[in-house]
């Protein structure tokens, strides 16, 4: 059985504070919420007062619960919550239902050589507009 605590603690970390960058779709957003689903939840202020602790009452509600992830193993728990947050919990689901059915061994290879490939990018950032086709090379196999 998966424990919140941790998944979100990792999700926290790469999230970090309060942000408003004009490349961010979300717009302005604090511990990885934005404000669009702050406001859902009732939250009235700047989102610069918004708090951890109401972050993370709106990870477990609006991402943990739905997926059911206290009944996942924690690293499968941990991959799925995250993907939620990131992509929502409808892509989290369908990612969920669609790795049932993929080969474990392709999979591994086809991360290491996307792996392979952002190495490259980050070595030679002037390769970055190969990047995409490259991963879908990749995945093709998978």
Excluded: C
């Amino acid at each position: 059985m998966a424990e919140f605590q941790p998944a979100v603690e990792k999700v926290l970390r790469s999230e970090g504070g309060y942000s408003d960058r004009a490349a961010d779709r979300g717009g302005a957003t604090n511990f990885g919420i934005t404000e669009k689903v702050a406001r859902s939840f009732g939250f009235q202020g700047d989102m610069r007062d918004f708090t951890r602790d109401q972050a993370v009452d709106i990870y477990r509600r609006e991402y943990w619960d739905p997926l059911n992830l206290d009944a996942a193993a924690q690293g499968q728990a941990d991959q799925l919550f995250q993907m939620a947050v990131n992509s929502g919990t409808g892509f989290a689901r369908q990612a969920r239902e669609e790795s049932a059915a993929i080969d474990p061994e392709r999979a591994r290879l086809a991360i290491a050589q996307i792996r392979h490939y952002a190495d490259i990018v980050n070595k030679t950032p002037g390769q970055a507009a190969n990047l995409h086709g490259w991963i879908n090379r990749a995945l093709e196999y998978v």
